[in-house]
């Protein structure tokens, strides 16, 4: 049992979501998954299990429902950008009241819209990485050794942050809580923006883009570091550069796998966010243009 019990809310119990929901319930913390009516009723009813090679294979039982009903201490963001909008229908802002909100998020534009939704002052954004995908219904597989999260405590106070952050290290992730809101989620997008844009416009794996497009993954790395650094996250492109080496060849970045599923992409999210900031800074990022505007014309 948890020494720091919370109540955890838990927006979209999908991939990411459903992992963090059955390890903090696993733990002894409550945990109120939200999602529609029958993903909702599936995990009051069986739960959700988990296949980690971390964690183990377990079953936790959750409550689930398909709307906010009552102030918890957190509400964590899991949901994709592409849903977000609607998604946020099922956390009203009179219901989380004081409660802290953290998005889980790809990009870097999300903290300004969820702070003119809720308190400012209890939005604090946050980063994961993590491999773990939701098979079924209820059903997460986590592949990666690893569950990492890091908070931030720019605009809520480290204190304030500090018994979630507590419950998730209790229940395995390993947690940091950053003072730098912006340095933290562009150095994020550093790594994730050349990954999507360039595994997801030529659709295949992260192995064959070293070898067949390294020039151009040097490149928008350069793009991307240049406006990261205009943000003030300290990023080196060779050490980006290096992590990619560092990953298994058959990596796929999870708007390719959208785009392999037919699903939205994330590509404003991430690739128009990108651009917009270059822009903001008068920065070229010409490799990045290009990519984003080939992948646009081939959306529906």
């Known amino acids: 049992m948890a020494n720091n019990e919370l109540t955890v809310a838990i927006l979209g119990p999908g991939g990411v979501g459903g992992l963090l929901a059955a390890l903090l319930a696993r733990a002894g913390n409550r945990v109120i ?30 409550e689930a429902d398909t709307e906010l009903r009552e102030p918890v201490d957190a509400c964590l963001i899991a949901v994709k950008h592409t849903a977000l ?32 939704r809720y308190r400012p002052d209890r939005v604090s954004p946050g980063i994961i990485r993590v491999e773990s995908t939701r098979v079924a219904p209820g059903v997460i597989e986590h592949a990666s050794l690893f569950a990492e999260i890091d908070l931030t405590s720019e605009a809520v106070p480290e204190s304030a942050l500090k018994s979630l952050a507590d419950a998730l290290t209790e229940a395995g992730p390993t947690v940091r809580i950053l003072g730098n809101e912006a340095a933290a989620l562009w150095a994020k997008m550093s790594f994730l923006a050349p990954f999507a844009l360039l595994t997801t416009r030529y659709a295949v794996p992260l192995g ?14 350069a793009e991307t570091v240049a406006v990261a650094r205009a943000h003030d996250a300290p990023i080196d492109a060779a050490q980006v550069l290096a992590r990619y080496n560092a990953f298994p060849p058959e990596a796929k970045s999870s708007m390719q796998r ?24 008068n920065i070229a990022v010409p490799v990045a243009t290009r990519l984003v505007q080939e992948l646009q014309a081939r959306l529906p």
């Open 85 to 116: 909008d609607a998604a946020l229908d099922r956390v009203p802002a009179e219901a989380l009241g004081d409660g802290l909100l953290v998005p889980l998020l790809n990009g870097v534009e999300h903290p300004t819209l969820l702070r003119g």
């Open 208 to 221: 064959e883009i070293r070898a067949e497009h390294g020039d151009e993954l040097a490149a928008l790395v």
């Open 33 to 62: 998954c939200l999602a529609g009516p029958e993903t909702a009723q599936g995990l009051r009813d069986n739960g959700i299990q988990v296949r980690s090679a971390q964690f183990g294979d377990f079953t936790a039982r959750v």
């Open 258 to 281: 959208d785009a392999e599923a037919g699903h939205p992409l994330e590509l404003d999210a991430i690739g128009g966010a990108l651009l917009r900031a270059a822009d903001s800074w």
